[in-house]
């Protein structure tokens, strides 16, 4: 997971392109917007970390907060 592939695919696609991203993953297609990673496992990871990110900022909380929200959750689940 590196946070700088979250923060571009969140800066740069809308929920709905992150979602197809994801389908599009998930049904061993080719990707229909640019996600960084060294495999499909890992440009799922940042997708999914985005899909999260976004969800948040919907609900009216910053970018900035919502991506501390999000990896703080990552390292509690790793604890």
């Known amino acids: ?3 700088s592939a979250i923060k571009k695919a969140v800066e740069h696609y809308d929920l709905k392109s992150l979602e197809q991203a994801e389908e599009a993953l998930m049904n061993e297609q ?3 917007i640019e996600i960084e990673g ?3 496992g890992e440009q799922l990871t940042h997708i ?3 899909k999260e990110i976004r969800k948040e900022m919907e609900s009216g909380v910053d970018s900035k ?3 501390r929200n999000y990896t ?3 390292r509690n689940s790793i604890s």
Do not use: F, G, T, Y
Request: overall charge negative; proline content about 6%; cysteine-free.
């Open 1 to 3: 997971m590196k946070i």
């Open 30 to 32: 080719s990707l229909p």
């Open 38 to 40: 060294e495999d499909e």
């Open 48 to 50: 999914i970390a985005a």
């Open 65 to 67: 907060q919502a991506l």
């Open 72 to 74: 703080q959750r990552v």
